[in-house]
């Protein structure tokens, strides 16, 4: 993949001694880098820590990215390297997936209009039900299927990010869509009995 030329122009001004270029850096990719990282560590506050430790980590290395992925794929190995060290950190005070909605603060929302309180109250319920059955995944499951579907990640972008080869990425995903599959079959199963 080929570096974006505006990227390319804030990160040689950047390593000209321009700071306010990765400013904009940060301005442009912070929102899309949190998102993602909430989605991985399920909190708001991690997210924001690992990602200010990632741009930081980026600025410090800025003069080791070789142009040969995008700029957010080389900033999102950081994040990801950074959220795995959280992770570490974090395993043992294993969170439940509602208290994971208390820390983050959101809930994925559907944008259509929904005037009937029993359509909204389903909805929320299948939204809890895809969280706790991502949440059930293992990591590694986990990541490749949020990068993959939420972040929209091509496989060798996430394959770069994950450090491993592409046929494991495919492996990975397709694994994980198939955990989903049971888990999620398996609660509609116990909702109809």
């Known amino acids: 993949m080929i ?16 700071t306010e270029a990765f400013g904009e850096l940060v301005l442009r ?30 600025f410090e290395k800025l003069e080791t990215f070789r142009r040969e992925s995008s700029f957010y794929s080389w900033l999102f190995r950081i994040a990801y390297n950074a959220a795995i060290s959280q992770r570490r950190k974090e395993r043992k005070n294993r969170r439940s997936i509602d208290h994971q909605k208390d820390q983050t603060g959101s809930e994925p929302t559907d944008s259509r209009p929904a005037n009937d309180p029993a359509y909204q109250l389903e909805i929320e319920d299948s939204q809890r039900q895809v969280r706790e059955a991502l949440d059930e995944l293992g990591e590694e499951y986990r990541d490749a299927i949020v990068l993959k579907e939420l972040e929209g990640l091509r496989y060798e972008e996430i394959a ?33 009995t």
């Open 3 to 18: 570096v974006a030329s505006d990227d390319l122009r804030l990160i040689e001004s950047t390593l000209a001694g321009d």
């Open 29 to 58: 990719y912070q929102d899309r880098l949190c998102g993602t990282l909430v989605h991985m560590l399920g909190s708001v506050h991690d997210a924001r820590d690992v990602a200010q430790e990632a741009f930081l980590l980026a």
């Open 160 to 192: 770069e990010i994950l450090g491993c080869p592409i046929g494991t990425v495919r492996s990975r995903i397709h694994r994980a869509r198939q955990l989903l599959r049971e888990k999620l079959a398996r609660v509609t199963e116990r909702e109809q």
